[in-house]
């Protein structure tokens, strides 16, 4: 596509519910990265993928959170048994390579935990 | 680890007026890009500057990068309503990952 698509874009959810964030990056981009945003603050790194490398999985905050890329398509962001404190925006980056310095950024996915 | 740091955090000028915003990092790096955030969403790219370079401009904007100070500065000359948005430095070290600062939140006002 033209751009980076991220789904849903706002998702409300209940404390213990699993939620799947999708994020479709730039056609022939390489890598892919996961940040988790929260309100008013800067971005904070999750998890990377490049190629058919394995992930760098080192910002992921517990193991209730999980990322799979499908070769170098579609990703999902998968976080099980959801708390209050995973309310935040979840944004998805493509670039063509890792020695490629700009980011090319979806609109992000709004999650609320009530 | 954040080592990116702007300053001012927020910072309300004017419509017309230029408005300043600093950057600071702690290790080496590769280079330095500066992103744009409108309304807490998508951030869009405005531009990179290699840490060879000194400075470098894109329309109303000018970047300087001063690697001895470890620090850079983003200029926006003659700030329109369109420009109210946060404004983040990332930078690059030996790795792939961009560490990223908390951001200047801008406000233009009319």
């Known amino acids: 596509g033209a751009g980076v698509s991220q789904s849903p874009s706002n998702k409300v959810t209940e404390k213990g519910k699993d939620v799947e964030l999708r994020c479709d990056p730039i056609?022939?981009?390489?890598?892919l990265y996961w940040y988790r945003q929260r309100l008013g603050q800067g971005l904070e790194f999750l998890i990377y993928?490049?190629?058919?490398?394995?992930?760098?999985k080192s910002g992921l905050p517990s193991d209730r959170f999980s990322a799979e890329r499908t070769g170098e398509s579609v990703s999902t962001l998968t976080i099980q048994r959801t708390q209050q404190e995973d309310s935040a925006v979840y944004l998805c980056?493509?670039?063509?390579?890792?020695?490629?310095?700009?980011?090319?950024f979806g609109e992000g996915s709004r999650l609320t935990v009530l | 680890s954040q080592q990116g740091e702007e300053d001012p955090q927020a910072l309300s000028i004017q419509e017309g007026e230029n408005a300043t915003m600093n950057c600071s990092y702690k290790?080496?790096?590769?280079?330095l890009q500066w992103y744009r955030q409108n309304s807490g969403r998508g951030l869009v790219h405005l531009i990179l500057i290699r840490s060879n370079e000194r400075e470098k401009h894109s329309g109303r904007l000018r970047v300087t990068l001063d690697t001895s100070k470890k620090s850079s500065s983003l200029l926006i000359t003659a700030s329109r309503a369109a420009d109210t948005a946060s404004y983040f430095c990332a930078t690059d070290g030996s790795n792939y990952q961009l560490i990223w600062g908390a951001g200047t939140k801008l406000i233009i006002k009319p």
């Open positions: 290790t080496s790096i590769n280079n």
């Open positions: 993928f490049q190629g058919n490398s394995a992930p760098d």
């Open positions: 980056a493509s670039s063509r390579d890792r020695r490629t310095g700009e980011l090319f």
């Open positions: 056609s022939g981009h390489t890598a």
